[in-house]
């Protein structure tokens, strides 16, 4: 079963950064796309960044410029680092393995989501 671990997130003004982190473990790693989701209060869960197995990487346009995804395979770990953050990406994050591209519907192969990390950026 593929269990998924998200930590790094944290209290941080507007224009501070915070490295959030995506444990995997459960399959082969480095033959999965991944994707960071976040969903804050009252809204739907969406995918704001995804990365290849090959490392290319795509990421929605309220975080392009600002997050960057990244993955190391021999640590089973997907990362995401976040700069510039605004009050709007207040959210609890998470990692799974993406089925859909931004901008559709949430599609995930990974069945079970992990516990997610809260991120607040807060005046």
């Known amino acids: 079963q593929v269990q998924l671990v998200e930590s790094g997130g944290g209290l941080v003004q507007p224009g501070g950064s915070l490295k959030l982190s995506c444990e995997v473990s459960?399959?082969?790693?480095?033959?999965?796309?991944m994707g960071w989701y976040r969903q804050a209060p009252g809204k739907q869960r969406e995918l704001v960044a995804r990365i290849g197995t090959a490392g290319t990487t795509d990421y929605a346009d309220s975080v392009k410029g600002r997050f960057t995804i990244s993955r190391d395979n021999a640590k089973n770990t997907v990362y995401l680092q976040m700069n510039s953050l605004k009050p709007e990406d207040t959210a609890v994050y998470y990692c799974?393995?993406?089925?859909?591209?931004?901008?559709?519907?949430?599609?995930?192969?990974?069945?079970?989501w992990g516990q997610g990390t809260q991120v607040t950026v807060f005046s």
């Open positions: 459960g399959t082969i790693f480095s033959r999965e796309t």
């Open positions: 799974n393995a993406p089925l859909s591209v931004i901008g559709q519907p949430v599609r995930i192969l990974f069945p079970s």
